[in-house]
């Protein structure tokens, strides 16, 4: 009886000792992508974009490739309805990065505009990465050549939450027009550019990196007209929303734009939830920057470190912060 006891008492020894073998494994040396110990690294994580006519989709796929292959994080680009959308899906714990305008998610922040009465405080900046330029397109036989003439005409304003109807509404409103006088038409760039082709439509606004996918392919079939906005208009705008820069959409950027034409862009940005650690952001910003010359979009020369904290507007997620203090770039 004796022995049978002592036996017993072993092999529970014996068992407790291969389970806290086996458990160790878990909590030593598997820390991930930033090494955050205790279990903070993600498995996989989605990057929010925009519809898959315009640039956020494709370029936002080739940044989510950077970011599995550097951080061993899979990370997924999924198409959206772009900026005010993304933001509101960062909120929500729907995503953890997404491409915003920095107007956009300015707004968001400080609660105003599309965000009035609820201001988001959950949502950090990664880096600007590329100017967005305002583009209102729209035939060069349709007989609009100002601002001014879309009173009256079937205008898309862009997809319902994208920053592309803040940016209408606003330069409208230094035209001395507004939503009311126009009758608005809330697609995204690709029924934009399919309704202009087909008559349904007159014009749109498409806010993004030039050349789009949506006006080229237009372009392709249908001699494209951009409407300029004049020299005080575009003053106007950036002393009254300083988030806007004067542009250029240089001609031949798309069939039928033999003269470059005078506009204005915002910036381009990746945000991130603050949930996210520092050392998985500063992973992700790393892989991006370090590995952006590999980037094959249009948009990828614009993609450096040393003008990624231009326009920002917002706070830097503590990650992102410490990438660039370590690159010596400061906002």
Known sequence: MKKRTILSF??????????????????????????????????????????TSGTYY??????????????????????????????????????????????VVANAVEGINAFDGN?????????????????IVTTANSGIESVEDLEGKKVSVGAPGSGTYINAE???????????????????????TGGIQDGNIDA?????????GAVEGLGATTDVSIIPISQDKVDELV????????????????????????????????????????????????AIFDNADTISHAKGEFITKESALDGVGIDLHPGAQKYFDEEGISQ
């Open 239 to 286: 002393e009254q929303y300083p988030y806007y820069a004067a542009d250029t959409i240089s001609a031949g950027t798309y069939g039928g734009i033999d003269e470059d034409v005078n506009t204005v862009a915002v910036l381009a940005m990746l945000a991130v939830t603050d949930t996210l650690s520092e050392d998985v952001v500063y992973d992700i910003t790393k």
């Open 170 to 192: 606003q330069i409208l409103e230094v035209h001395g027009l507004t939503m009311d006088d126009i009758d608005a038409q809330n697609l995204d760039f690709g029924e934009s």
């Open 58 to 103: 494709p370029l936002g796929g080739e940044m989510a490739n950077i970011i599995s292959d550097e951080t061993g994080i899979q990370t997924d680009a999924v198409s959206s309805n772009a900026s005010a959308d993304n933001v509101i899906a960062l909120q929500d714990g729907e995503t953890e990065l997404a491409f915003v305008q920095t107007d």
């Open 119 to 135: 201001p988001v405080d959950n949502v950090l900046a990664i880096a600007s990465l590329y100017p967005e330029t305002i583009q």
């Open 10 to 51: 072993a092999m529970l020894l014996i068992l407790s000792m291969v389970l806290v073998a086996c458990g160790g494994g878990d909590n030593e040396g598997d820390t991930g992508a930033g090494g955050d110990e205790g279990g903070d690294t993600p498995q996989f994580l989605s990057m929010y974009t925009g519809g």
């Open 204 to 212: 749109a606004f498409i806010t993004a990196g030039t050349p789009t």
